[in-house]
């Protein structure tokens, strides 16, 4: 068994992404589209073999610690959901299956919360790593991507937690609706006009959509000022409903540069300072913190 | 010329319909899926003739009125929308060209409003059909569909009207969204509590959609509730917008027979009574009307 040697493993439903990691330090990384979605269980192995057999040494046993979908019920195997409240990495991992005899893969299962019903995978682990940089940190955390999170953190523990299907909606509407017609680019004044209205009237959202054809139609709407306007409108009602996550909380944002960096503008706008941290790095960063429960039998 | 034979068409964006009538009775009817979407300029008269060949005599000229998104920008012939308030069938029709010395197409313009910005193209059609069954009729009508129309109608006159995607988001979110894996089926009572939620909670309809998936995993959530609850959170939320609308006045329904069941049990459910009117019909009278105004010069 080599302990400082390992590899971290972020499993979605449409991506893979790995690393080969020397104590904290990363060495490589690679990444494919062969998420969980795709796979079925007796695929799990190849599709990170494919990924990580050169950096096997010979002989050895390397510790593979993997997050996300891939502990799902269709996934390589099912680490259900421990209970809140409870600390990110709860009740330990759970062993996968292999037959090479160079990997020993452990899963980090998700977490969820009895009412309102709600269940995350992936989110456990970056809030675990968040907790490893930040020891001791209280308050709320945002976890914006195709299904955003609101998070409440007390004590080390998740206390409860709220799920938005955001970025989803936008990605559906901006591709697939008729309103790809008139959205492409982006325009930072539109995004603002779009928060703003969000926030402030999100009980009016669904008659704000189909504007965004018809003044592309009458009036030459500019596509970027639609798009991001159509952003604005969904970030700023999704604001409006978690507004009891973050009213008088101190706030976290982790997420991608970009995403993050847009919920931070529209919490900025509603006066509510919050802090950016990287996505990846939390989840390396709570990869690693799971490594070292690895050893804890494992309480289904 | 033949006056009393003539084709009456319906061509939308997806769908090609037709039907032979005599006088105001339908002798045939026919469809296929050649919508002004996947269609050239040139490409109309061919798919028009595909469908009404055998209903052509020789040697004469057969009228042809069509509605929808054929007067499109992107369509046979753009006829460009008339602005509100106007009366439905405003400004004449606008003539298609052709090559087949059978047919004379005319085709119905679509209404604009210019604040907030709007357009419609079809349903003006079924408005002036309504109008013409219904002289005199002041009040509101409903038009759910793909992209559901609320219009205020005084004296003849379609005085605003204001969309919702309502259809399309509901078709996106159960078909293509991470909803998909957790509803199919329909439940009544599902229906109805959604419809309550979405229509008393608007600004949470956000908030209230990841929880189908998540009391799926942990519930067992029935699909068909699920289904049904969420058909009922975005028409509950589309009634909560609209309401300056309907409330206080005379409104009646115009769609196909089960969606514009589940609205006229909406407006039942928050003590607005409302009659429903079949759209197939509604399009039909409409375009029997249109095809008094066919030497009306045009105005664009």
């Known amino acids: ?13 449409s991506h893979l992404r790995v690393w080969a990691v020397d104590g904290a330090r990363v060495r490589a990384a690679a990444q494919s589209d062969q998420g969980m979605g795709v796979l079925a269980r007796s695929d799990f192995e190849g599709a990170l073999l494919a990924l990580v057999a050169d950096w096997l040494p010979p002989g050895q046993v390397t510790q593979v610690i993997a997050c996300g979908m891939v502990g799902s019920r269709q996934g390589w195997v099912e680490a259900p959901y421990r209970a809140l409240p409870c600390v ?17 893969v452990h899963v980090v299962p998700g977490l969820k919360q009895a009412q309102p019903a709600n269940v995350m995978r992936g989110e456990e682990t970056q809030i675990a790593g968040f ?111 978690a507004r009891p996550y973050w009213l008088g909380q101190r706030v ?36 690693d913190a799971a490594r070292a429960l690895r050893h804890v039998p494992t309480e289904p």
Chains 1, 2 share one sequence.
């Open 88 to 104: 990110p990495l709860a009740g330990g991992l759970v062993p996968a299956p292999t037959q090479d005899p160079r990997l020993s």
């Open 131 to 241: 907790l490893a940089r930040h020891p001791g940190w209280d308050g709320v955390l945002c976890l914006p991507g195709t299904h955003s999170k609101w998070v409440h953190l007390s004590a080390g523990e998740v206390v409860s937690f709220q799920t938005f299907l955001t970025g989803e909606v936008f990605a559906l509407l901006a591709t697939q609706s008729v309103l790809r017609h008139s959205v492409s680019g982006w325009d930072a004044a539109g995004f603002k006009a779009g928060l703003t209205q969000g926030f402030e009237r999100p009980d009016r959202l669904m008659g704000r959509l189909f504007p965004l054809r018809a003044e592309a139609l009458l009036g030459g709407l500019d596509p970027g000022v639609a798009r991001a306007r159509l952003s604005g409108l969904l970030i700023g009602a999704e604001l409006a409903v």
């Open 1 to 13: 068994m080599n302990d400082k040697n390992w590899i971290a493993v972020d499993w979605g439903t």
């Open 252 to 287: 976290a944002i982790i997420g991608a540069r970009d995403l993050a960096g847009l919920y931070l503008q529209a919490l900025a706008e509603v006066e509510m300072p919050a802090t950016q941290v990287d996505a990846t790095e939390m989840t390396l960063a709570g990869l």
